[in-house]
């Protein structure tokens, strides 16, 4: 017998204009289960269950696997997940517009080239194969913009501080009229976005990255007419640009992630000119400890970060690795913590981790969401120690 609300598979494929085989494929593939199975045996849909056939389509047609795709939807239809989904599909799909664009202009190009030339020039032909190459990226650019929007949004909406992170980091970097500025691992551009009305007409920024995707990112929010702003993807590790090249350096969150630390450091500290600042973020040992401790209970064999992050560089040790480096360190503690009372947002948030939650939680899921929902009932507290150091630059690098 049906329930109300519920539609049949072949209703449902009807609504959705595709075939009931392809319903069916998908059921069996694990990619979009039924939300209701009756005892005998048939399968029934609900709205919720349109917005992943959505996702489903969408990376479908962007040219995902299957496989890809049951790693990248989640079966959730709360308000937060499918706005967080449908902004992430849609940087994927401008990314997918500015590549297809980069291959028409390559294609006339070369095409171009041979009706004057009456010959092949095998460098563009070479760029061509690149970036009709290029579809393989896009599921690290979707999952990276997916997991840096998850995690910002988690703050933007319960943090107790309502100046937030970004203003407040911009208040500390002082700009003025002339200044040249270098930002490392710039991610999705939050910082200026958040700050633009702020800043200075008479600045120049530039915004780094290794990831050509994550800058895309930063160019579009910023919008890519702005002179003030330039882009370029390198390894901080080495930084492409001469010495005492920049008033200011940036980096947010940044340096746990690098190899080599002191490399970076050293970089920095050479590109920057005699008194010149280094602004850099991390975190204590007790940053978003109750969330680590709420998966744990859940199950203990989850583990958030593959590698404890603020033993590399945080709050306790950051000032001795940049002693070496820069004169007058100080720390500047950001005051706040989270009050969270909704599930989804924190819950996207432990699923952007680069742990290993995915593989107990995924297969779990509606335990898990029932779980995280009991424990936000009454308001769940986030402890947050994060901050950065204000470094400046030393006239003789210590030698190591």
């Not at 432990?350 to 509606?366: P, R, T």
Request: aromatic letters at 12%; one cysteine or more.
């Amino acid at each position: 017998m049906k329930k109300n609300g519920y539609y049949s598979s072949g209703e449902f494929a009807r609504m959705a204009h595709v075939t009931l085989r392809t319903i069916r494929y998908y059921d069996k593939q694990d990619i979009l289960k039924p939300s209701y199975v009756s005892p005998a045996g048939a399968r029934f849909y609900t709205d919720e269950d349109f917005a992943r056939l959505q996702q489903i389509l969408l990376l479908k047609y962007l040219g995902f696997s299957l496989d890809d795709i049951r790693k990248m939807t989640i079966d959730d239809s709360d308000y937060h997940f499918m706005l967080n989904s449908l902004d992430v599909q849609l940087k994927l799909v401008r990314d997918r517009i500015e590549q297809m664009e980069m291959v028409e202009q390559a294609i006339l190009d070369t095409a171009d080239m041979i009706r004057k030339e009456h010959t092949v020039n095998w460098s563009q032909m070479l760029n061509l194969i690149h970036l009709t190459g290029m579809e393989n990226s896009l599921k690290n650019q979707y999952q990276d913009a997916s997991n840096i929007s998850a995690r910002i949004n988690l703050h933007s909406l319960y943090s107790v501080n309502h100046q937030g992170w970004f203003p407040w980091f911009y208040q500390h970097c002082h700009l003025t009229d002339g200044m040249k500025v270098l930002e490392i691992g710039c991610g999705d551009g939050t910082l200026w976005t958040e700050n633009l009305s702020c800043l200075p007409r008479n600045i120049s920024v530039t915004l780094s990255d290794t990831s050509s995707g994550i800058l895309r990112d930063a160019r579009r929010a910023i919008g890519g007419v702005d002179p003030r702003f330039s882009y370029t993807a390198f390894d901080c590790h080495q930084i492409p640009f001469p010495d005492e090249s920049f008033d200011l350096v940036i980096a947010g969150h940044v340096l746990f992630y690098c190899d080599r630390i002191g490399d970076v450091c050293q970089e920095v500290s050479r590109v920057l000119k005699p008194g010149g600042l280094f602004l850099c973020s991390t975190y204590s040992s007790s940053h978003m400890r109750e969330v680590s401790q709420l998966v744990q209970d859940f199950d203990d064999r989850i583990v958030l970060s593959a590698e404890k992050l603020y033993e590399k560089f945080g709050r306790e040790n950051g000032a001795g690795i940049l002693s070496r480096y820069f004169s007058s360190v100080t720390w500047e503690s950001y005051p706040d913590h989270l009050v969270v009372p909704d599930a989804q947002p924190l819950i996207s948030y432990i699923l952007s981790c680069h742990g290993n939650q995915n593989q107990y939680i995924l297969d779990h899921y509606k335990e898990f969401r029932s779980f995280v929902e009991k424990k936000t009932e009454h308001g769940f507290h986030i402890t947050k120690d994060a901050g950065l150091f204000l470094c400046e630059k030393v006239t003789n690098l210590k030698k190591l």
